[in-house]
């Protein structure tokens, strides 16, 4: 693999389906505001400002911070926040006053060993050809560990908002 070179990072968002397209890019420029907020000192994010700026604003589903009977959030974006926050994720989010405090983005930092996956193909799709034979925790600690797995199952099949 590549070593010694710098990582290149993008900026994840999920927010509502529902917004208009143009709420959507304010909804991630106000969630962009509150990462920059509470981690303008991350060496990672230094690395994004300086180097890459590049946001891919994802359709998160729904907004609902109700919980079911057995305790699961109801809206999808919200069970999105709480997955990352779980998991210790550096994460952000942002509440919209102007629709009752709803929750309309969240977002998180994320290098390429999430979203290439010509340089970091998933792990059942590795072959002798890429990486030669590899266990699942090799190739886990190849993608950056078990933050990077997570983050890439959260993205994987997400349609752009």
Not at 89 to 105: G, M, R
Request: charged share 25%; hydrophobic share 35%.
């Amino acid at each position: 693999m590549m070593k010694n070179r710098r990582l290149e990072y993008r900026m994840y968002f999920f927010v509502p389906y529902n917004l208009s397209d143009v709420q959507k890019g304010i909804q991630a420029g106000h969630c962009a505001l509150e990462y920059a907020y509470k981690f303008n000192n991350d060496k990672d994010y230094i690395s994004f400002i300086e180097n890459d700026k590049t946001w891919i604003i994802l359709n998160g589903g729904t907004t609902n911070s109700s919980r079911d009977s057995n305790g699961e959030l109801n809206g999808s974006l919200n069970r999105i926040a709480e997955t990352l926050s779980n998991n210790n994720i550096n994460n952000a989010v942002f509440h919209e006053p102007d629709l009752d405090d709803a929750l309309t983005a969240v977002c998180f930092l994320a290098d390429e060993r999430v979203y290439d996956y010509e340089k970091y193909p998933d792990y059942d799709e590795v072959g002798n050809d890429v990486y030669g034979e590899i266990l699942y925790s090799d190739w886990v600690n190849l993608i950056g560990g078990d933050k990077n797995v997570l983050l890439r199952e959260l993205i994987k099949g997400k349609k752009l908002a």
